[in-house]
């Protein structure tokens, strides 16, 4: 499916869509003429923008850079309200444009799972000069000084004479430890909450928190086995990628919308051994933030590829997103349905992103949720 487009001179943005030129109001504050720039901007050696047609000449060709004879290999074409499309000067291909920096910040959150979670202890006194010295340092700043009651090592600090502990085992404070087990297998075997607490004779309080304990354990192993990836010589690895819609349930009574996260998940053919889940969120961000930056910086008035927070579902994302979901209506026949989702799909700027959010549904409560080609993309250059 490939949405209509009308050819532009290949500098900006033509058609309905592009910035009316001198316009204040489309002006960014802080990068006055920032909607005229031709391509979005490589970002940390990342330029995703080119054509994605393996039997084209033009692939792989960075959108910014001429093609072998000097002429333009691309086109800059207009898609929809703010969303300028690439159009391949070879073959004809379309392709919608993505922020190189909004990539390269999911790249960043995926990678960050393989880097070790704690950080090695050292003496907790941030003004004592061992402070960041590590224990495995030794002798020379620390000195062992007994067992806790719960087993782990305690050390004296020899600069400020501090004691400190070091839990050595992770189920630490844990008094139902011998369940983990259980819980681990109810999991996996997909047995809701309140089963699990049933037969585990806990809580429910206590099976989350279980689940926090095995969600950071399953995070450390992987962390452990996948930091060594980069070291093995791979001769080439054939990764097949799928996806997953999780529906999230409501959590206040008085607003039953559900919020529909994606995980991309991707498998080594010979193996089958799954290198990972990514899912489209971002817990660490915090939305409210996020959201007023972007109304100060005029961000949703800029095209889609060059918005800061491109990868972001934002509140403006959410409601046009509602907006357009609301005028493909539904038909309760089958054909009509599949007519009304093509419809929907026609209807999107950017047919290459999947998601979309209808009015029974809702933005997480927190972090926030990434658009999930976002999530797709770097999933190819780990
Ligand atoms: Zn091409
Ligand atoms: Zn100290």
Same mark, same amino acid.
């Not at 452990?224 to 819609?245: A, P």
């Not at 915090?286 to 927070?309: G, H, K, N």
């Not at 309760?332 to 999107?348: D, F, N, W």
């Given at each position: ?12 943005? $033509? ?28 970002? $940390? ?18 959108? %910014? ?40 910040? $999911? ?116 962390? %452990? ?32 919308? %559900? ?9 080594? %053919? ?85 998601? $979309? ?26």
């Amino acid at each position: 499916m490939r949405k209509k487009s009308s050819a532009g001179d290949g500098n900006e943005p $033509e058609g309905p869509s592009a910035p009316a030129k001198g316009s204040a109001n489309d002006l960014h504050p802080e990068h006055p003429r920032r909607h005229k720039r031709r391509t979005p901007d490589e970002f $940390e050696g990342i330029q995703v923008n080119y054509c994605k047609n393996p039997h084209c000449t033009n692939f792989g060709v960075p959108i %910014n850079k001429k093609s072998a004879y000097g002429t333009n290999a691309y086109k800059i074409v207009a898609s929809g309200k703010g969303m300028p499309q690439g159009y391949c000067n070879a073959c004809s291909e379309h392709f919608p444009l993505k922020s190189n920096q909004g990539i390269h910040e $999911e790249l960043s959150r995926m990678m960050k799972a393989l880097k070790p979670a704690a950080t090695p202890p050292s003496c907790p006194n941030t003004s004592c000069q061992n402070h960041g010295v590590e224990v495995s340092q030794g002798k020379d700043f620390y000195s062992s000084f007994g067992i806790t009651n719960s087993g782990s090592q305690r050390y004296k600090c020899k600069a400020c004479k501090k004691t400190f502990s070091v839990s050595s085992r992770p189920q630490t404070r844990q008094r139902l430890s011998h369940k983990n087990k259980t819980i681990f297998t109810l999991i996996v075997n997909k047995a809701p909450i309140r089963r699990m607490a049933e037969i585990a004779d806990m809580d429910v309080k206590t099976v989350y928190a279980k689940i926090d304990f095995i969600h950071r354990q399953c995070m450390a192993f992987a962390q %452990n086995r996948e930091s060594q990836l980069s070291k093995t010589g791979f001769k080439r690895l054939y990764i097949s990628v799928d996806h997953q819609d999780y529906v999230i349930n409501w959590i206040r009574r008085e607003d039953k919308r %559900n919020t529909v996260v994606t995980a991309v998940a991707s498998a080594e %053919n010979t193996t089958q051994y799954i290198f990972a889940m990514h899912l489209n969120f971002d817990s660490l961000v915090d939305a409210m933030s996020v959201e007023v930056d972007a109304i100060q910086r005029c961000d949703q008035s800029l095209p889609t590829p060059y918005r800061r927070y491109a990868r972001l579902w934002t509140q403006a994302d959410y409601e046009n997103s509602v907006k357009i979901a609301k005028t493909a209506k539904s038909k309760k026949s089958l054909t009509g349905a599949i007519e009304s989702a093509y419809l929907a799909a026609e209807q999107r700027d950017d047919i290459e992103s999947p998601d $979309e959010i209808t009015s029974a549904e809702k933005l997480p409560e927190l972090g926030m949720q990434v658009h999930s080609e976002y999530t797709l993309y770097p999933t190819s250059c780990i």
